[in-house]
């Protein structure tokens, strides 16, 4: 898919009739699926199980950098009870301060626009009797306003902002895009707080040639959950996490597929890649090396490109178990932890 930030220019070729004809791209009003008013967050979530929602767009066609195409499908299939489950009363998680400061960057929004906003509390869903599964879940609806009909609230922390350093991130314009699909309108204002402080807000036009093209690959992972049959895995730890999921249990058989060209093919591929790994990592190491042998006692080593520094942790002070068990035995019994098995990918080359 290329890149898909919108081009002001043809959105507004879009909207400008080149004749007496105007052309309304508008579509009718969503449909109003359910009220979220009094629903409880399991209530709500299965409930986005039914389709797509606008925060599942840019995972539905591969452009979420924190869930994978396999992962949502997991979750839009039911098999998602073994994946990790984020902790909404955990202050130390982005989600949970996501939720606390959303209706305080809507504030500022509207002191600095002098926009009224509106909370909408419900599910919508696409008009179009043939998008069913097309959902979305607004923050906000701005009252009053010509030119924005829509309000996306976010947060970013220290990692996240490197996402925002040019602009709006591909994954919210998808985002947005399918909200403005779903509702009809025309455009929506982005209001994001950086690190806690910094305020910034980003107009994103309605692009009905992206939104065509968004609604296809859409369609396609939905075909996927409907025919049940799992998306292709892409490299990423989320779907590295999904595999562990969907095959948590190995059955003890063997599969032989020496006769399958694609995946000998696959096989081999694999091999050489991880043997360049290792000699790069022994390069790596050797390198490491040369720098840390003349750095000596020096705390830093400054460079024409930067510098690198090699100074001591502080002494920490820790259980030791082994020896506490060995000698009160008893306790295992009494405080028990138990961890789940994992499978392992093990490698074996046959001799030449």
């Given at each position: 898919?290329?890149?898909?930030?919108?081009?002001?220019?043809?959105?507004?070729?879009?909207?400008?009739?080149?004749?007496?004809?105007?052309?309304?791209?508008?579509?009718?009003?969503?449909?109003?699926?359910?009220?979220?008013?009094?629903?409880?967050?399991?209530?709500?979530?299965?409930?986005?199980?039914?389709?797509?929602?606008?925060?599942?767009?840019?995972?539905?066609?591969?452009?979420?950098?924190?869930?994978?195409?396999?992962?949502?499908?997991?979750?839009?299939?039911?098999?998602?009870?073994?994946?990790?489950?984020?902790?909404?009363?955990?202050?130390?998680?982005?989600?949970?301060?996501?939720?606390?400061?959303?209706?305080?960057?809507?504030?500022?929004?509207?002191?600095?626009?002098?926009?009224?906003?509106?909370?909408?509390?419900?599910?919508?869903?696409?008009?179009?009797?043939?998008?069913?599964?097309?959902?979305?879940?607004?923050?906000?609806?701005?009252?009053?306003?010509?030119?924005?009909?829509?309000?996306?609230?976010?947060?970013?922390?220290?990692?996240?902002?490197?996402?925002?350093?040019?602009?709006?991130?591909?994954?919210?314009?998808?985002?947005?895009?399918?909200?403005?699909?779903?509702?009809?309108?025309?455009?929506?204002?982005?209001?994001?707080?950086?690190?806690?402080?910094?305020?910034?807000?980003?107009?994103?036009?309605?692009?009905?040639?992206?939104?065509?093209?968004?609604?296809?690959?859409?369609?396609?992972?939905?075909?996927?959950?409907?025919?049940?049959?799992?998306?292709?895995?892409?490299g990423s730890a989320s779907a590295q996490a999904a595999l562990r999921a969907l095959y948590s249990q190995d059955a003890g058989t063997v599969?032989?597929?020496?006769?399958?060209?694609?995946?000998?093919?696959?096989?081999?591929?694999?091999?050489?890649?991880?043997?360049?790994?290792?000699?790069?990592?022994?390069?790596?190491?050797?390198?490491?090396?040369?720098?840390?042998?003349?750095?000596?006692?020096?705390?830093?080593?400054?460079?024409?490109?930067?510098?690198?520094?090699?100074?001591?942790?502080?002494?920490?002070?820790?259980?030791?178990?082994?020896?506490?068990?060995?000698?009160?035995?008893?306790?295992?019994?009494?405080?028990?932890?138990?961890?789940?098995?994992?499978?392992?990918?093990?490698?074996?080359?046959?001799?030449?």
């Open positions: 898919m290329n890149a898909v930030v919108p081009n002001p220019s043809r959105a507004s070729e879009l909207v400008q009739p080149n004749s007496d004809h105007v052309i309304s791209l508008r579509t009718p009003r969503p449909i109003r699926l359910a009220s979220t008013k009094h629903l409880s967050r399991d209530e709500w979530l299965q409930l986005r199980k039914q389709g797509i929602g606008s925060s599942d767009a840019a995972a539905a066609v591969g452009l979420n950098p924190y869930q994978s195409m396999l992962e949502l499908w997991l979750v839009k299939t039911g098999r998602d009870q073994d994946l990790p489950k984020p902790d909404f009363e955990d202050d130390s998680s982005p989600l949970y301060w996501g939720n606390i400061l959303e209706p305080i960057v809507a504030q500022h929004y509207s002191q600095r626009t002098g926009h009224k906003v509106r909370r909408v509390n419900a599910i919508l869903q696409h008009p179009d009797p043939a998008l069913p599964w097309m959902l979305a879940n607004l923050d906000y609806r701005v009252s009053g306003c010509a030119t924005v009909n829509l309000l996306e609230c976010k947060t970013a922390g220290e990692y996240g902002a490197r996402l925002w350093r040019n602009g709006v991130p591909e994954y919210v314009q998808l985002q947005v895009q399918h909200q403005l699909a779903v509702t009809g309108e025309q455009a929506a204002d982005v209001c994001v707080l950086i690190c806690g402080q910094q305020i910034q807000i980003h107009r994103i036009k309605r692009d009905d040639e992206l939104i065509a093209r968004l609604i296809e690959l859409e369609q396609q992972f939905w075909h996927y959950v409907e025919t049940d049959t799992p998306p292709p895995a892409d599969l032989d597929l020496s006769t399958d060209p694609d995946l000998n093919q696959t096989f081999d591929q694999y091999l050489d890649l991880r043997q360049q790994i290792e000699q790069a990592e022994q390069q790596e190491e050797h390198l490491k090396q040369q720098l840390q042998q003349r750095m000596g006692d020096a705390s830093q080593a400054v460079f024409a490109k930067g510098s690198v520094s090699w100074k001591r942790s502080k002494d920490s002070l820790s259980l030791d178990s082994k020896r506490l068990l060995k000698d009160q035995p008893h306790l295992l019994q009494q405080y028990p932890l138990h961890k789940a098995g994992s499978r392992r990918f093990l490698v074996q080359v046959n001799a030449n």
